[in-house]
């Protein structure tokens, strides 16, 4: 069986209940009491929309509650006008978590501090110049070797000072 939860933890921090009260109305003092309503008013609503969107998911025998349970568990509960502010809300909490996905980049999902990265990043140019400079080291040494074979196949074509110097 479910343990029982103590009751705080089933309603929304009264600190955030407090700030979203000031923000949609700002000039009005609310009492205690009343605050200490709508805080449970709140906490019930989730409650009763939480489980019709969980039967609803049942129902679909599905194991993951989703928008589309919540949106159909508001108009079951007779609150088709807030499906509206819901989908607009979805809306932009998808926005919100695309823009993040394109945003996060591959450096900050490594947990590498930038210091590091810069590190073995100038690691890999100074071993990358030096790669480079051994091949053109390599490549210098064989045009080398290639003109002074050169040389010497032309110089063996050629008779030499030392002999009578006419031609056969």
Not at 13 to 27: D, L
Not at 32 to 51: D, K, M, P
Request: net charge negative; proline share 3%; glycine share 2%.
């Amino acid at each position: 069986m479910a343990e029982a939860v103590p009751e705080e933890e089933l309603t929304i921090p009264r600190a955030a209940m407090n700030k979203m009260i000031k923000e949609i109305v700002p000039s009005v003092r609310v009492a205690n009491e009343a605050r200490e309503l709508i805080l449970n008013c709140c906490s019930e609503f989730i409650h009763l929309l939480a489980s019709e969107a969980n039967e609803i998911c049942t129902q679909q025998q599905k194991k993951t509650i989703n928008a589309e349970h919540i949106l159909g568990a508001l108009d079951r509960l007779g609150f088709n006008d807030y499906r509206t502010d819901a989908e607009a809300v979805l809306k932009d909490c998808k926005a919100v978590a695309a823009k993040r996905r394109r945003q996060s980049t591959r450096l900050e999902n490594l947990g590498i501090p930038e210091e590091e990265l810069l590190r073995q990043q100038q690691e890999l140019f100074a071993k990358a110049r030096e790669e480079q400079a051994a091949a053109e080291q390599q490549q210098w040494l064989q045009l080398q070797a290639e003109a002074q074979l050169s040389l010497q196949q032309q110089q063996g074509d050629f008779p030499s000072n030392s002999e009578d110097g006419e031609y056969s």
